[in-house]
């Protein structure tokens, strides 16, 4: 066999075997000979360029071009649907069609999948184009990513597909992987996902399909459009759809009477709890698609179609007692702490009441009833009073007009719903959220030391700002309840190291208000120093790029405090950088001096990264995406076959590790 003909061998291989995976859950080969077969094509596909296909298998894995995603008009516009929570509006829209129709009818009842809506095209059974909802007219062209989602077929199976059509359906971030990636952020410090359906959309408009690949999202398809169509049933066509590759939902079912409708409304209104992947209703569409034109469309949604929505889960609980944080700005928070009660899965105690404008729209009272729910974010809110049941005689829950940790009067800045402690110098919650802070991973990163060990430093007085921390003894931790001499040690051994952190981000870890990692960098680069930076006017300040008034001034602001520079001194005694590391010259050269060079592929004398600083040594800048403008591409194994077309297409050449290595002299 020739290796074209092996190239296409494996092609077709993969594609059966990842239907049989992914959408038939019924793998015939094992994990390792999938990737043996996968490595395979790609060493080959990397050998013949001129056999490159935009739909291999091979592009499942993704890759990190740059793009900047193309706005496609739909064929067929993306409408939405009507949406309803009264089980009275489905009986009148089974009314409704029951009298316009006046013949025999079939609803297909279907799950609502809550994730984000995609429509496929494709021609002569090849996946062509994948478009977001966008506004209903215009999407987004995210082809590249959705082709990494596995359940989502390239190369259709079977026959009897119409030569061109569309499919659309919902992308999904199923709950475990959900959940799976929520706590590697947890872990990461990184802002986590408040749902499903946010981390589906949010990753499908990732500029790296490499990303999107690792993401694990899957794909449900409930639309089939085109002119030519196998049969007039909807439900029909989508299992004619199924045979084809697609994953269609096996809890589809078609209702003759408005009585099977709402068995299946009541079976899934719990049932939905036990599924893989979130849903927020159920979605009823008259089955024959000659009656769905009959019925047409009002000018936003089919008069076809409806979507029962379910109730989002609340629970009914017990207001206990309000009581409020106060956080290393001084800010003060409201929670509500309330009888614990089960709501979606887990047991709910706390929940934010945000400010004193909330509490006071809800006319809160001790004591009362009030429905709590699992809104978009991760911490649950309170979103009514059972008024019914408020306790006669009970007190209005009034905001606190002073400090709960330090009684210091509470203000309220102009333009800010938050209240704020003033005491920020012996407000103890303030103090802790400060060191806290400056020891965290993305600032001084200390090991060995977390929120409680500060917290017990400073009940022992051992520690009043951030820099005490450097005049900490071994001895004098081992003292401590629950510290060994190991632990004690191990502290000490993180704050020495932390003297190592580079000055940008001991910048940042000052805690200075609004300036956070990414404004922290930019300022270190405008002031290469502690000292240029305390002597900056307003005026310079504002002339960084990307530093408005209102960080400028909390700059000034923060250096207009005796106190603050004073910790500042007593931190620069320490050892701490406070000023941006001298850039190590030797060894570079203008061997590439004005080329733009793009990395791609795996490498083996030395990582990425490296390549990328060695680029820069050497006069040369590292480019993202390859355009007209590129000296060079610096290819490793594997490059992706979409950067080879690009390549090709432009004419770019392509400089192998060895070759580069020599170029640059090494
Ligand atoms: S059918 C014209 N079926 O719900 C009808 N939509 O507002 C096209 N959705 O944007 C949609 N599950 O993102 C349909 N089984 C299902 C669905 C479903 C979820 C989403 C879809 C659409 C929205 C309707």
Wanted: glycine fraction near 8%; hydrophobic fraction near 35%; include cysteine.
């Amino acid at each position: 066999m020739t290796e074209t003909e092996r190239i296409h061998q494996l092609r077709k291989e993969l594609h059966a075997h990842n239907h049989n995976y992914y959408i038939l859950n019924a793998p015939t080969i094992s994990d390792q000979e999938f990737d043996r077969l996968m490595r395979e094509l790609q060493d080959l596909e990397a050998k013949h360029p001129e056999l490159y296909d935009e739909n291999s298998p091979s592009v499942r894995v993704g890759s990190d071009l740059n793009k900047e995603f193309r706005q496609v008009e739909h064929r067929y516009p993306m409408l939405s649907l009507g949406n309803t929570y009264s089980e009275t509006e489905v009986t009148e829209f089974y009314e409704r069609v029951r009298k316009s129709l006046n013949e025999d009818f079939e609803i297909c009842c279907e799950l609502k999948f809550d994730g984000t809506s995609i429509s496929l095209t494709y021609e002569d059974g090849r996946l062509v184009q994948a478009v977001t909802r966008g506004d209903g007219v215009r999407g987004d062209d995210v082809t590249d990513n959705v082709k990494t989602i596995r359940s989502i077929p390239l190369m259709l199976q079977g026959t009897g597909y119409p030569k061109s059509f569309e499919i659309r359906g919902e992308i999904l971030m199923p709950w475990k992987v959900f959940e799976e990636l929520n706590r590697e952020r947890e872990l990461k410090e990184e802002p986590l996902f408040a749902n499903p359906r946010n981390a589906a959309s949010g990753t499908l408009k990732s500029q790296n399909s490499a990303v999107v690949a690792s993401r694990k999202l899957d794909a449900y398809l409930y639309y089939l459009l085109g002119e030519d169509l196998p049969h007039d049933g909807h439900y029909e066509n989508l299992q004619e759809a199924a045979k084809w590759g697609f994953k269609v939902s096996s809890h589809m079912r078609k209702a003759r009477s408005l009585q099977e409708v709402f068995d299946f409304i009541n079976h899934w209104d719990t049932e939905r709890k036990n599924l893989p992947v979130a849903t927020d209703g159920i979605v009823l569409k008259v089955n024959s698609q000659r009656q769905q034109r009959n019925l047409g469309y009002t000018a936003k949604s089919p008069r076809w179609a409806i979507a029962y929505k379910f109730q989002a889960e609340r629970a009914l609980t017990r207001l206990e007692k309000v009581t409020y944080q106060v956080g290393r700005t001084g800010a003060v928070t409201p929670v509500a702490n309330l009888t614990p009660v089960q709501l979606s899965g887990t047991v709910v105690k706390r929940a934010s009441l945000h400010n004193a404008d909330i509490i006071a729209s809800l006319d809160l009272h001790l004591g009362d009833m009030v429905y709590v729910e699992k809104g978009g974010e991760i911490i649950p809110k309170i979103t009514g009073v059972d008024l019914a049941s408020r306790p006669a005689g009970s007190g209005k829950v009034t905001f606190i007009t002073n400090c709960p940790e330090c009684g210091t009067r509470l203000v309220r800045y102009e333009d800010e719903a938050a209240y704020y402690c003033t005491n920020e110098s012996t407000c103890p919650p303030q103090i802790k959220g400060r060191i806290e802070h400056f020891i965290s991973r993305r600032a001084m990163n200390i090991e060995g030391l977390g929120p409680e060990t500060v917290d017990q430093f400073f009940q022992e007085g051992m520690i009043h700002d951030a820099a005490d921390l450097y005049s900490l003894q071994a001895a004098d931790i081992c003292r401590l309840e629950r510290m060994g001499q190991k632990s004690a040690e191990n502290i000490i051994r993180g704050i020495e190291r932390s003297k190592q952190v580079p000055y940008e981000r001991v910048l940042f870890a000052l805690g200075i208000r609004f300036v956070g990692e990414t404004v922290a960098k930019k300022v270190a680069r405008a002031f290469p120093s502690i000292d240029k930076l305390e002597a900056a006017t307003l005026d310079d300040l504002i002339h960084v790029d990307e530093i408005g008034e209102k960080i400028a001034r909390s700059i000034l602001h923060y250096f207009h405090d005796e106190k603050n520079k004073t910790l500042v001194g007593r931190l620069r005694e320490a050892g701490l950088q406070m000023e941006a590391a001298e850039e190590d010259t030797s060894g570079h050269t203008d061997r590439l001096q004005g080329q733009s060079v793009v990395i791609s592929g795996v490498f083996a004398r030395h990582s990425r990264d490296e390549y990328k600083t060695l680029i820069e040594k050497h006069g040369g800048k590292n480019v993202g995406s390859i355009s007209k403008k590129t000296s060079f591409i610096l290819a490793g194994e594997n490059m992706g076959p979409s950067k080879l077309e690009k390549a090709g297409k432009l004419g770019v050449r392509i400089v192998s590790e060895d070759e580069f290595l020599e170029m640059i002299g090494e």
